[in-house]
């Protein structure tokens, strides 16, 4: 069963940064799609950024040039890296993980931090 632990959520003012960490059980390469979601209160999950097995990123327009998706192969890590964050960044962040074909695809997801920024 792979289990995905994510880090670095908490309590920031506005402007400030916060960097939250993703790391897998197994090799991320065995993914081929790994993403940042986020849920604000009262609303629906949105994924904010991704990155797939060929190294390419995408971000909601929201947080384009605020934020940073990353890998780290040797530690079986993806990390989003966010800046400037605003107070509308508010919400719980889940790290998620998809492997298979565009037949089947499975889910993996993690437990969730909390990231809450003041005005």
């Known amino acids: 069963q792979v289990q995905l632990v994510e880090s670095g959520g908490g309590l920031v003012q506005a402007g400030g940064s916060l960097r939250l960490s993703c790391a897998a059980s197994?090799?991320?390469?065995?993914?081929?799609?790994l993403g940042w979601y986020r849920q604000a209160p009262g609303k629906q999950r949105e994924l904010v950024s991704s990155i797939n097995s060929g190294g390419s990123t995408n971000y909601v327009d929201s947080v384009k040039g605020r934020f940073t998706i990353s890998r780290d192969s040797a530690k079986n890590t993806v990390t989003l890296q966010m800046n400037s964050l605003k107070p509308e960044d508010t919400g719980v962040y889940y790290c998620?993980?998809?492997?298979?074909?565009?037949?089947?695809?499975?889910?993996?997801w993690g437990q969730g931090t909390q990231v809450t920024v003041s005005s």
């Open positions: 998620n993980a998809k492997s298979g074909s565009s037949v089947y695809t499975t889910d993996y």
């Open positions: 197994r090799s991320i390469f065995s993914f081929n799609f």
